[in-house]
């Protein structure tokens, strides 16, 4: 249910724009977040190769005593075996950090009821990230997921059609601002398709081929279900220093009291009329939202990944300054997340 109001607004009415307009919008967005950007995230990581989250590198450095919140996995047992202290192993930062971007574009992210269109904080987030890791020679490539295939719409049928592998585009990973601004362009004009594309697989593709230790960054709506990009996350985390941007709409987590709604789910073509008026029906959707953003949470957390939310009628770019300072107080205290 939560999933199918989520799309409302897509579907064009007389009088409305069309939203394959939203391609255009995110070129002229595009066009001033590089001056916002720049104003208020630079020199939040001058200087510092140890990219956006903690885990600053993957040589090894000198040992110090372990403190609660540090990862096991980097235990020094010889050091710990000579002093009967537990040690960790510091890492020292790699010079040249590799970051790829997972961005998902699919049907559901066409929708937005506040500020801006969720597609257009996908690619805000994308432009903020690129600013913050290209700087020193890094080099950021990214992965594009736009949709699947074209639905047929089935009425009284409850069970969506199964996911397809959509177009996935490979961006290859480069350093420099002018060929991270083309990378931004090729996001911010990809055309958002109908049907349900598969998450799992857009993410699959920052497995293949195995790279040496970078930072991944997945940016979606989550929407599909857990159980179809749970797995591909956590073998991304065995290697990578995972970030996951969740995209949120307020419509998404309650619904409105504005009469008799109709809801066209885009990734699968299916329509319903919600009676909005109802206060029990808007508690229920309340509650399951609720129930579905606590289980993508929960498989981002058992995944390993650093959890950002990013919602449309909030301000997104203060959010990820607000992100970015706790990632780097926790790191200056020696803990891991």
């Known amino acids: 249910m939560a999933r199918a109001a989520a799309v409302t607004s897509t579907t064009p009415r007389p009088g409305e724009p069309d939203p394959l307009a939203a391609t255009n919008r995110s070129g002229a967005v595009l066009s001033r977040l590089q001056l916002l950007v720049t104003r208020k995230l ?21 040992s110090r005593e372990y403190r609660p919140g540090d990862d096991v996995r980097r235990m020094d047992w010889p050091v710990t075996a000579r002093t009967t202290t537990p040690h960790v192993r510091r890492t020292v930062a790699d010079r040249e950090l590799e970051t790829w971007l997972a961005v998902d574009l699919s049907a ?33 490539g990214a992965v594009v997921g736009s949709g ?13 059609p199964p996911a397809g592998p959509g177009r996935l585009v490979r961006l290859p990973a ?8 083309g990378m931004l362009r090729a996001i911010a004009g990809t055309e958002i398709r109908p049907g349900r594309g598969d998450l799992g697989a857009l993410i699959d593709m920052l497995n293949r081929p195995p790279r040496r230790r970078g930072v991944a960054v997945v940016i979606s709506d989550f929407l599909a279900p857990p159980a179809q990009w749970a797995r591909p996350l956590r073998k991304l985390r065995v290697r990578q220093d995972l970030l996951a941007i969740e995209v949120v709409d307020p419509r998404e987590l309650e619904l409105p009291d504005v009469g008799v709604l109709p809801v066209v789910d885009p990734e699968t073509g299916e329509l319903h009329e919600v009676q909005t008026a109802d206060p029990s ?39 990820m300054v607000r992100f970015v300072a706790a990632q780097r107080h926790a790191r200056t205290r020696g803990t891991t997340r």
């Open 281 to 319: 029906l808007r508690h229920r959707y309340a509650a399951a939202a609720a129930a579905q953003r606590a289980e993508i949470s929960a498989a981002l957390r058992a995944a390993g990944a650093a959890h950002l939310r990013l919602r449309t009628d909030r301000d997104w770019l203060l959010d």
């Open 148 to 160: 699947g295939d074209v639905p047929v719409p089935r009425r009284g049928r409850r069970e969506p």
């Open 42 to 62: 630079d020199g939040l990581l001058q200087g510092d190769y140890a990219g956006l989250l903690p885990g600053p590198g993957s040589e090894a450095g000198e």
């Open 108 to 140: 559901s992210l066409d929708f937005g009821t506040g500020r801006w269109l969720k597609r257009d904080v996908v690619i805000a987030a994308a432009a903020a990230i690129t600013h913050l890791t290209v700087r020193g020679g890094n080099r950021i």
């Open 174 to 181: 480069r350093s420099g601002r002018k060929e991270a601004q």
